[in-house]
């Protein structure tokens, strides 16, 4: 799939070249106000009385959930939701375990409103015994986000999750009518991300133990780093003032990058080519990376994402910390830099502004 390169570099304001903090929501509000300003209102005003569903496609960890929550960010609250499979899932598994008032609530509401060749008391053991590599039923799914968006006002939505499977894409192109949102338009938001970004972002991710806040020794730094003598390793230390420089840890297995979910990742690249195939549904097309040759053109050097390396003072027992643009090769193999997501949000808003016609 050959993703367009979109420009968000809009030139000089006042003869000086403005700088922002992409990682500070402040700063992030500024930015979006210059780059998207008009098409942000446009957005606003049209969802005062329409609303719209957009089903986010992407490789696992390509982002999905982080740009739609950014668009949420950079539009507003009021009228849009995002509602991720995933934590649904685990949402409605939790309170099934804890709440046996829960578990008949469910069970009755699949009675009148599941739809599959699966009784509902096997769907109900797929869910209370479900693991990371088996799929729920995809008719147990379309139920349980119906069951969802039925105690909210009608809203534009951002699904990320599904469709997750080949069968799942017919199923999303009559999703709108099944919750009676008959007349609003469908977007497939489709990201094209290289598998060495996702790679990295699994490698270098640690998590503070004490407060659980996920960061990324590579890509995105705390600004106390450790250094492990004995080992000769860097570590980051949790920024958050109640965890008193606890030491962040790696999680089991992330050393080995994306080769426990490879074939999670071809799945989704078949069910992005069959979507991005598709007649009769507009499509968004995100994409993470810029050439490097042209990426002066078309983007500000802050929208790149920023690497970190590290070396060790010996003297002054002190870890000095290099930041740099971060190059990756893209899905064509060409030398390129990784995009921090709100450029990648602009290109999702202008885009959006299009499909709606706005």
């Known amino acids: 799939m050959n993703f367009p390169i979109f420009k968000t570099k809009i030139g000089s304001i006042d003869n000086q070249e403005k700088v922002f903090n992409l990682s500070d929501p402040r700063e992030r509000k ?58 649904l899932v685990r949402k409605v598994h939790q ?64 699904i990320d999750g599904f469709p997750r499977d080949l ?68 570590y980051l230390i949790c920024d958050n003032p109640d965890c008193e420089n606890v030491k962040m840890i790696q999680k089991e297995g992330d050393e080995q990058g994306i080769e426990p979910i490879r074939e999670r990742l071809q799945l989704d690249e078949k069910l992005m080519n069959q979507a991005i195939s598709l007649y009769g549904i507009s499509k968004v097309l995100l994409r993470n990376s810029v050439p490097a040759d042209i990426a002066e053109e078309y983007v500000d050097k802050y929208e790149i994402t920023p690497e970190y390396q590290y070396e060790w003072d010996k003297n002054n027992k002190k870890v000095k910390i290099i930041e740099k643009s971060w190059m990756v090769k893209d899905s064509e193999g060409v030398a390129s830099y990784s995009l921090m997501p709100p450029p990648v949000v602009v290109s999702m808003i202008k885009q959006i502004v299009n499909v709606l016609g706005l």
């Open 30 to 87: 500024q930015y979006f106000e210059l780059k998207a300003g008009p098409e942000i209102k446009k957005i606003r005003d049209y969802l005062k009385d329409n609303t719209f569903i957009a089903y986010l496609l992407g490789k696992k960890n390509s982002g999905k959930g982080t740009y739609s929550k950014l668009f949420i960010e950079a539009v507003g609250a009021d009228n849009i939701i995002q509602l991720s499979i995933g934590d």
């Open 95 to 158: 309170s099934i375990l804890e709440d046996e008032e829960k578990k008949k609530e469910l069970i009755n509401f699949l009675e009148k409103n599941y739809r599959g060749y699966i009784p509902v008391n096997d769907v109900m053991d797929s869910l209370l015994n479900r693991s990371t590599k088996t799929l729920l039923p995809t008719e147990f799914i379309l139920a349980l986000l119906k069951k969802e968006i039925s105690t909210m006002q009608k809203k534009a939505v951002f």
């Open 167 to 234: 069968d799942q894409v017919s199923y999303s192109l009559f999703f709108r009518d099944l919750i009676g949102y008959r007349e609003d338009p469908d977007i497939f938001i489709l990201i094209d991300v290289p598998e060495n970004v996702i790679d990295e972002r699994i490698k270098y991710r640690v998590v503070c133990p004490k407060c659980h806040t996920p960061r990324n020794l590579k890509l995105l730094a705390t600004k106390e780093v450790g250094f492990d003598e004995t080992t000769g390793k860097f």
